[in-house]
């Protein structure tokens, strides 16, 4: 089962790994506290502070980026809507 998720990259971290075709660098997204391996892709344009939207896919217990889902929104983080309250007044 897959969902799609947005939120802000607060960290991209890289770590080598010894795969059976030898070494190679995989990368983990930390998006609104919440760490998403993704593999041994590093997004193109994609940076710490981005707003972005992606599917997540289950290996087990880690949640990881979907192949190609992984893209950049423009306008940045949602933000709550306006409310027509009536403002109390100035004492």
């Known amino acids: 089962m897959s969902n799609k998720i947005s939120g802000t990259i607060e960290r991209i971290d890289s770590r ?4 059976k075709n030898g070494p190679f660098t995989v990368y983990d997204y930390h998006i609104d506290g919440t760490k998403y391996g993704g593999g041994s892709f590093k997004a ?48």
């Open 44 to 91: 193109k344009g994609i940076n710490e502070g981005d707003f972005v939207e992606f599917v997540v896919e289950m290996n087990g217990n880690f949640a990881n980026i979907a192949k190609n889902t992984l893209r950049k929104l423009a306008g940045g983080a949602p933000t709550a809507p306006a409310t027509d309250a009536p403002q109390k007044p100035a004492a």
């Open 16 to 19: 080598n790994i010894n795969g």
